[in-house]
Structures are given as structure tokens and as C-alpha cells.
Nanobody, 116 residues
Framework: QVQLVESGGGLVQAGGSLRLSCVAS?????????MAWHRQAPGKQRELVADITNSGRTNYADSVKGRFTISRDNGKKTVYLQMNSLKPEDTAVYYC?????????WGQGTQVTVSS
């Protein structure tokens, strides 16, 4: 079993910054896993925001390129999402995700609200 716990969400004004964290626990070789952040806004489908491979290669949605940075600390089994220049359209529940033995694991999500 794998558990993912996100934190760091909150209410911020447009142009502000937040840093999300996701801590993994359980039977997971964290350092070997691709970790991802997804988000889901009200009435919209869940979408990939960014991911990072075990070698540190990163991938971003076009909508967040240049504003968001994903990183990881394998010693702490933690993946981060630094979000700068936030926009109201970034408002969503942000989820951490990984997979293990062919099964997807999701965190409970953390709410990010950006006011205009």
C-alpha cells in the first residue's frame, strides 16, 4: 500500500505564490517512481499539471510553464510544486499521484484558491 498526503494549499491573491508538498509513505521505492501533480477545477476534468521522473526529468502543462516548478527530495519521500504568478484560473483541488505495480495512487487533495 502507498499513501500520499498533500499539504500547502490555501487562499492567495492573483500574482502570489504557494508551495505544495506531497509526502509518500508505505511500501514504495519512492526514488524510482515518477511523481505527478494533477488538478481539478469545479465542473472540469482532472488534468496533469506537472510530473517528474526518477531521473529528475520534468514535464509541464502548457498553462503552467514558466510559472510552476516541480521538484523532489528522495530522502524525504516528498515531491513539491512551487507555484508562482498564480492566476484565478489556477483555482482547483491539487492532487499528488504515483503508480506502483500497475495501480494508481492518489492523495486526498489540497485546495488552492486564487482571488482576483
Amino acid at each position: 500500500q502507498v499513501q500520499l498526503v498533500e499539504s500547502g494549499g490555501g487562499l492567495v491573491q492573483a500574482g502570489g505564490s504557494l508551495r505544495l508538498s506531497c509526502v509518500a509513505s508505505g511500501s514504495i521505492y519512492f526514488s524510482m517512481k515518477t511523481m505527478a501533480w494533477h488538478r481539478q477545477a469545479p465542473g472540469k476534468q482532472r488534468e496533469l499539471v506537472a510530473d517528474i521522473t526518477n531521473s529528475g526529468r520534468t514535464n509541464y502543462a502548457d498553462s503552467v510553464k514558466g510559472r510552476f516548478t516541480i521538484s523532489r527530495d528522495n530522502g524525504k519521500k516528498t515531491v513539491y510544486l512551487q507555484m508562482n504568478s498564480l492566476k484565478p484560473e489556477d483555482t482547483a483541488v491539487y492532487y499528488c499521484k504515483t503508480d506502483d505495480w500497475g495501480r494508481d495512487y492518489w492523495g486526498q487533495g489540497t485546495q488552492v484558491t486564487v482571488s482576483s
